[in-house]
C-alpha cells in the first residue's frame, strides 16, 4: 500500500500571520521563550504562562488557512489513511481548512488540560477563567494543551510510527532544529522538502525535491508530486 507522511512546522503558518519565536532570537511575541514555554518558567509564574497562552488562543481565532494548508487538507480528503499529517503547530489552521485526523506533536492552543486527570478537551478561543473546572473529575487546577520545555511529547511515538510505514515524506516550514528531518528524509523512498530558504540544520542533498520559497507558491508543485506518488509509485 503506498503511505505518504506529511510533516509541518512554523513555515506552513507564517503566510496566514501566525508568528513563531525562532524569528526573533528566542523572543515569542515579545516573550522570553524560557518565561512562557518550559516547565521551569510554569512553576516559576504559573498565571503568566496561562494569561500568555490566553493570548496566542485569542490571537489564531481570526486567522484563515493559506493555500498550503488548503492543499494538504485536498490531499488528505482524497488519499484518506494512506496519508498522515503531523505538526509541530499549535493553531488550528488546518482543521479550519478542513483537514481531519492530524496529529499535533505540541499539544493545541484551542484545548486545556486537567492537571488531575489528564482529560483534554476544547475551550475554543476564550481565556482558561471561562472555564470553571474539568468537566470529567471536577478539579479547578486546568492548564494549557501545549507541550514544553522540560516535559515530554507523548506524540513522538506516533511520528516515528508514522515515517517507519512511510515510502513518500512530505515537510514544510520547519527548520530542522527541533526535528532531525534530514534523518526522517533518509528512512524512505522519496522525499520532499519546502522551506523559504536553506537552513544549515537540514542537509537538502538528502531530499528528492527541495522548494525554497513560500509555501503558498510551492503548494501546487507539491500537490502534483503526491499526486503522481499515488499514481505512479515514484515522484
Sequence with gaps: MKKALILTGAGLSAESGIRTFRDSNGLWEEHDVMEVCSTEGY???????????????????????NASHIMISEMKHKFGNNISIITQNVDDLLEKAG??????????????????????FDIGYGPIRDQAECPVCKNHALRHHIVMFGEP???????????????????????????????????????????????????????????????????????????????????
Design 99 to 120: 483537514c481531519e485526523d492530524i496529529i499535533h506533536l505540541h499539544g493545541e492552543l484551542r484545548k486545556l488540560r486537567c492537571e488531575m486527570c489528564g482529560h483534554i
Design 153 to 235: 511529547a507523548p506524540m513522538y511515538s506516533k511520528l516515528y510510527s508514522e515515517l517507519m510505514s512511510s515510502e513518500l515524506l512530505v515537510v514544510i516550514g520547519t527548520s530542522g532544529e527541533v526535528l532531525p528531518v534530514s534523518q526522517f528524509a533518509s528512512y524512505t523512498k522519496y522525499s520532499i522538502l519546502n522551506n523559504l530558504e536553506h537552513s544549515m540544520s537540514i542537509n537538502h542533498m538528502i531530499f528528492t525535491y527541495v522548494f525554497y520559497e513560500k509555501a503558498t507558491t510551492a503548494a501546487p508543485k507539491i500537490k502534483k508530486l503526491i499526486e503522481k506518488y499515488f499514481e505512479t509509485g515514484e515522484i
Design 43 to 65: 512553576l516559576k509564574d504559573r498565571e503568566k504562562v496561562l494569561n500568555f497562552y490566553d493570548m496566542r488562543r485569542k490571537d489564531i481565532e481570526n486567522k484563515v488557512p
